[in-house]
C-alpha cells in the first residue's frame, strides 16, 4: 500500500510540473518520444488511482466473505445487509399495505430531535433484497426508501509516533461536539479526564476501537503531542460499530444523527464513507436546515473515484487530507464535493489502551475543521451554522488552481498549526 501511494503521489506532481514554459531546445538533440512518455505516465497514475479503489472495496469483499449469511452483494459493489430495507416514517397506509406483501418490521428508531421515525424491515423469504426494495417502492413512490448499506472508515493507523495536525487552542469546557465513528477509549491517560458521552447504536455494546479513539483525540485528548483542536470541550461519542464485524451500517448512522439532534450537537465529526443512500440523504437534509454542521471526510479512494457519502451531499462540509507540505494526499478523493483541506498525515494520535500511533488519510484531517467550526456553534442555528462556515473558507489558504477547486476546496487550513506542534517537539 505505501510503495503504491508514493508512487502515485510521484506520478502527479510530474504531471503537475509538466512542462510550465517552453524552453528551446538544440538542434542536434533527437526527438523524444514524448507522446509515448505521456501515456506511460496516463496509465501509471490510472492504475494507481485504480489500486487505490481497491483498498476499500477489498476489506468490504473480506467482510462479505466473512458473513455470507448477514451480507450481500448491492449494486455498484457495494455491500449491504441481507434481506433488510431501510424505511423514513412511511404513512399509516402504506406500512400497512407494504406488510400486507409479506414484510415484517425488524426495528424502529425515533429521532425525536428530528421529528421523524426510521424502520428496518425484513423482506419476504421469497423476495431477494433488491426485488424486496423495488415493491416496496411500488407500493409507496412517494416514499422514502433504501438498502441497509455498511459505511467504512475513511483513515488508516500506522505504526510509530508522529506529530498532530492541530495545535491546543487553550481550555474549552463550554464548547460540545459530535463524533460518529468507532468508539473511544475513555480510559486513554490522555481522554480519561474529558467529559465524554457515550453511546451504542449497533447493538447494546459501547465498543471502543482504534479509529474512533484517535479522532477522540485529535479533537478533545489533552496530550500536547495530539494538539486537540477543543482540548476538554465536551464530547457526545456515537458507536456506530459496537465491535460487530459487520456493524457501520446506514441504521446506526441514522440512529446517531437523531442522537446528535436530540442533544442539541451544533458540529458532527464523521469520518465514515459509503454510498448515496435515499433515506440518510433526507436525515442529512433535515440536519443540516436545523443548523447542525456536519462535517465528513471525502475519503480515500484515489483521485479518480466517484463521490463517497455522506461527504458528497449538499451542505455537508467535505474535508481532504494534506502533508505537512500542504501538498494533497494521493489517496484522497477529488470532486465538488470537496470543500476544504487539512493536514491528514504525520499525526500522532491516542489508541485504545494507551500510547499514540501515526495515523493517515482524510479521516484525520476532518476532525482539525470540525473543532474550528464548533469553537464557533455550540447548538445547531441555521444562520450561524453558514457563518461560521463562510468565515472557515475564507481564512483558507488557497492552493492548486486559483480560486475553489475540486483538489483543496476553498483551500488549506491547519499548516501553520502543524509547524508549531514539529517544533514543539523537536
Keep these: 500500500m505505501r510503495p503504491m501511494l508514493l508512487l502515485a503521489g510521484l506520478i502527479m506532481a510530474l504531471l503537475a510540473a509538466a512542462a510550465p514554459a517552453q524552453l528551446p531546445v538544440p538542434v542536434d538533440i533527437p526527438d523524444l518520444n514524448t507522446d509515448r512518455l505521456g501515456d506511460r505516465l496516463r496509465d501509471q497514475v490510472q492504475e494507481s488511482d485504480r489500486s487505490l479503489q481497491r483498498v476499500r472495496r477489498d476489506a468490504l469483499t473480506q467482510l462479505l466473505r466473512a458473513n455470507p449469511q448477514r451480507l450481500e452483494r448491492g449494486p455498484g459493489r457495494t455491500v449491504i445487509l441481507r434481506s433488510q430495507i431501510t424505511a423514513l416514517a412511511p404513512s399509516g397506509d402504506s406500512l400497512a399495505q407494504i406488510l400486507a406483501a409479506g414484510f415484517s418490521i425488524r426495528s424502529r ?11 428496518i424491515l425484513n423482506a419476504p423469504d421469497s423476495l431477494s433484497t433488491r426485488r424486496a426494495l423495488d415493491l416496496v417502492r411500488r407500493i409507496d413512490p412517494g416514499g422514502v426508501y433504501d438498502f441497509n448499506h455498511i459505511y467504512s472508515r475513511s ?24 463524533l ?8 486513554h491517560p490522555d481522554l480519561a479526564a474529558e467529559d465524554i458521552i ?8 459501547y465498543s471502543p476501537a482504534a479509529h474512533g479513539t484517535g479522532i477522540a483525540s485529535l479533537l478533545v485528548g489533552r496530550a500536547e503531542r495530539f494538539g486537540a483542536v477543543l482540548p476538554s470541550a465536551t464530547l457526545h461519542s456515537a458507536d456506530v460499530y459496537g465491535g460487530d464485524p459487520v456493524g457501520g451500517s446506514v441504521a446506526s448512522l441514522l440512529g446517531a444523527l437523531g442522537w446528535m439532534a436530540e442533544e442539541e450537537v451544533g458540529v458532527i465529526n464523521i469520518s465514515l464513507v459509503g454510498p448515496d443512500n435515499a433515506v440518510l440523504a433526507r436525515i442529512v437534509e433535515l440536519m443540516v436546515g436545523r443548523g447542525h454542521i456536519l462535517v465528513a471526510a471525502v475519503g480515500n479512494d484515489g483521485p479518480a473515484a466517484a463521490p463517497l457519502y455522506p461527504a458528497a451531499y449538499p451542505g455537508v462540509v467535505g474535508v481532504t487530507g494534506v502533508n505537512a507540505r500542504g501538498r494533497i494526499l494521493p489517496e484522497a478523493c477529488r470532486g465538488d464535493h470537496v470543500d476544504i483541506a487539512a493536514p491528514g498525515i504525520r499525526q500522532s494520535a491516542a489508541r485504545p489502551g494507551g500510547g499514540e500511533s501515526s495515523v493517515r488519510g482524510t479521516s484525520f484531517a476532518a476532525p482539525y475543521v470540525a473543532g474550528l467550526l464548533a469553537a464557533q456553534l455550540a447548538h445547531p442555528d441555521p444562520e450561524a451554522a453558514a457563518h461560521a462556515i463562510a468565515v472557515l473558507f475564507a481564512s ?26 514539529e517544533t514543539a517537539l523537536r
Aim: aromatic share 6%.
Design 198 to 205: 457515550t453511546r451504542a447504536f449497533e447493538g447494546q455494546a
Design 155 to 178: 483513515g488508516q493507523g500506522g505504526a510509530g509516533t508522529g506529530l498532530t495536525g492541530a495545535a491546543a487552542r487553550g481550555e474549552s469546557d463550554d464548547y460540545r461536539i459530535g
Design 396 to 421: 483558507a489558504d488557497d492552493q492548486g488552481p486559483r480560486g475553489r477547486d475540486r483538489i483543496y476546496g476553498a483551500g488549506v487550513v491547519g499548516l501553520a498549526e502543524l509547524s508549531a506542534a
Design 180 to 187: 460518529i465513528d468507532t468508539g473511544v477509549d475513555t480510559q
Design 109 to 119: 428508531r425515533e429521532l425525536p430531535g428530528l421529528g421523524v421515525y426510521t424502520l
